[in-house]
C-alpha cells in the first residue's frame, strides 16, 4: 500500500486548489491521500519560513506572476468556484484545531470540504466564532462537540505534533505531500505527486 499524505492549512488558497483536484488522482491511481492537518503559522515559526505576499513583496514582478499562476492552474482545472477571501490573512488556529477533533469524531472528510468551501468560496471570515459554529451547524456537523473539543489540551497536542512531525519530515509549507518518504510542495508538482505514487504502488 502506497503511504500519500496530503499537509494542509484551510487558509492556504494553493492548498484549496490542490484539495479540489484531489480527487482525479486519487481515482487514477486508486490511492487515497491522508489529510493532515497542520498549522502553516506553526510551520513558518519552525522553519524560518513566511507567506508568498511577504516573501515576494520586494521582488519587482514576482508577485504578480505567482497570481497568474495561480489563475491558470485554477482554470486550467475548472475551478471555477474558488474567491479570494477578502479576510485573508484568516487566523485559522480554531478551525486547524477543530479538525484534529472532526478527525477523532470521524467527520475529518465532510468536515474538511465545510471549511474549503467556507473559506475560499463562500469567503468567510473563519476565524469568528460565530461563523465557524454556523457553517459547521449547516453542514450537519456536531458544532457544539467540535468547537468544544478544539480547546481540549489532547486536540492541541495532537495539531502541534501533526506540525511538528510535518516539519521534521521536511515539510515547510502548505499544500506538501509525502508519498513514502518522498517530498513535494505545492500544488504545481501535483503531476509528479501522481507519477510517484503510481511508481511506488507498481513497486509493492
Same mark, same amino acid.
Given at each position: ?11 492556504? @488558497?494553493?492548498?484549496? %486548489? =490542490? ?10 491511481? /486508486? *490511492?487515497?491521500?491522508? &489529510? +493532515? ?51 485573508? @490573512?484568516?487566523?485559522? %488556529? =480554531? ?10 469524531? /470521524? *467527520?475529518?472528510?465532510? &468536515? +474538511? ?92
Amino acid at each position: 500500500m502506497v503511504a500519500f499524505r496530503f499537509y494542509f492549512d484551510f487558509g492556504s @488558497p494553493n492548498a484549496y %486548489l =490542490a484539495h479540489k483536484v484531489l480527487p482525479d488522482i486519487e481515482a487514477r491511481t /486508486g *490511492v487515497q491521500a491522508v &489529510y +493532515v492537518p497542520v498549522l502553516l503559522g506553526g510551520i513558518f515559526k519552525l522553519t524560518g519560513n513566511q507567506s508568498p505576499v511577504m516573501a515576494f513583496a520586494g521582488i519587482k514582478n514576482k508577485w504578480a506572476y505567482e497570481q497568474l499562476e495561480f489563475e491558470r492552474f485554477r482554470l486550467r482545472h475548472n475551478l471555477l468556484n474558488f474567491r479570494y477571501n477578502p479576510h485573508f @490573512p484568516v487566523n485559522t %488556529l =480554531a478551525i486547524m484545531r477543530a479538525a484534529h477533533a472532526a478527525s477523532g469524531l /470521524g *467527520v475529518l472528510t465532510p &468536515y +474538511v470540504n465545510a471549511m474549503f468551501e467556507a473559506m475560499w468560496e463562500r469567503e468567510l471570515n473563519m476565524a469568528d466564532p460565530a461563523v465557524i459554529h454556523d457553517v459547521l451547524d449547516k453542514a450537519g456537523l456536531p458544532a457544539a462537540d467540535l468547537m468544544a473539543g478544539a480547546q481540549s489540551d489532547p486536540v492541541k497536542a495532537s495539531l502541534l505534533k501533526a506540525t511538528e512531525q510535518a516539519v521534521e519530515g521536511g515539510v515547510f509549507g502548505s499544500p506538501s505531500f509525502h508519498v513514502g518518504n518522498e517530498l513535494y510542495f505545492g500544488k504545481d508538482r501535483l503531476d509528479l505527486v501522481e507519477a510517484e505514487i503510481l511508481a511506488q504502488k507498481a513497486k509493492s
